[in-house]
T-cell receptor, first 113, second 114 residues
Framework: EAGVAQSPRYKIIEKRQSVAFWCNPI?????LYWYQQILGQGPKLLIQ????????DSQLPKDRFSAERLKGVDSTLKIQPAKLEDSAVYLC???????????FGSGTRLTVV | AQSVTQLGSHVSVSEGALVLLRCNYS??????LFWYVQYPNQGLQLLLK??????LVKGINGFEAEFKKSETSFHLTKPSAHMSDAAEYFC????????????FGGGTRLMVKP
């Protein structure tokens, strides 16, 4: 089966600019997650979707971050405006149900200069 | 609430030696536990998972982990390290309630010396 697709692979922007990341989960996976992984740390959950509804966005900095999954399939994560501390790898993952581990995409490495 | 602590941010072993990566968890509900591996510039790949069946779990690439409830531990082991095992390893916990998300530890970088 095809894996979780993410794009772009790399992105460099200046602070205060905006950026968007795209994720297409594995077909049939109802649950989709966005994680932020800062260099040297473990991934931290930003937002969790179940189909097109938000399950948990308690750790999403909502003043600058937004995410949507309008049709319950692919998802977009946006940052506006970006700060230097947003430099990280943004990982998307999807899951069939709670008995399985997540399948992660390769991530988008964001550098804010 | 749930959390994961990985003891040792860096572990170095010689090729052929035993690999032991430590993970302790806390969870308010019975946990599901996972180990992931991350190679440079790649996403996370599932090594193995514990979902309340057998306490000794075997994964890919010769790795295994044992769930010890009394010690709240889920340490990862491999009898003989290979150069290709050099990577970052993450332990993660997830409550077995619907909607619970995966919480990761800080990671352990495994280095394998020839």
């Amino acid at each position: 089966e095809a894996g979780v697709a993410q794009s772009p692979r790399y992105k460099i922007i200046e602070k205060r600019q905006s950026v968007a990341f795209w994720c297409n989960p594995i077909s049939g996976h109802a649950t989709l997650y966005w994680y932020q992984q800062i260099l040297g740390q473990g991934p931290k959950l930003l937002i969790q979707f179940q189909n097109n509804g938000v399950v948990d966005d308690s750790q999403l900095p909502k003043d600058r971050f937004s995410a949507e999954r309008l049709k319950g399939v692919d998802s977009t994560l946006k940052i506006q405006p970006a700060k230097l501390e947003d430099s990280a790898v943004y990982l998307c993952a999807s899951s069939l149900d709670m008995n399985y581990g997540y399948t992660f995409g390769s991530g988008t490495r964001l550098t804010v200069v | 609430a749930q959390s994961v602590t990985q003891l040792g941010s860096h572990v170095s072993v010689s090729e052929g030696a035993l690999v032991l990566l430590r993970c302790n968890y806390s969870s308010s509900v019975p946990p599901y536990l996972f180990w992931y591996v991350q190679y440079p510039n790649q996403g996370l790949q599932l090594l193995l998972k514990y979902t309340s069946a057998a306490t000794l779990v075997k994964g890919i690439n010769g790795f295994e982990a044992e769930f010890k409830k009394s010690e709240t531990s889920f340490h990862l082991t491999k009898p003989s390290a290979h150069m290709s095992d050099a990577a970052e390893y993450f332990c993660a916990v997830r409550g077995n309630n619907a909607g619970n998300m995966l919480t990761f530890g800080g990671g352990t970088r495994l280095m394998v010396k020839p």
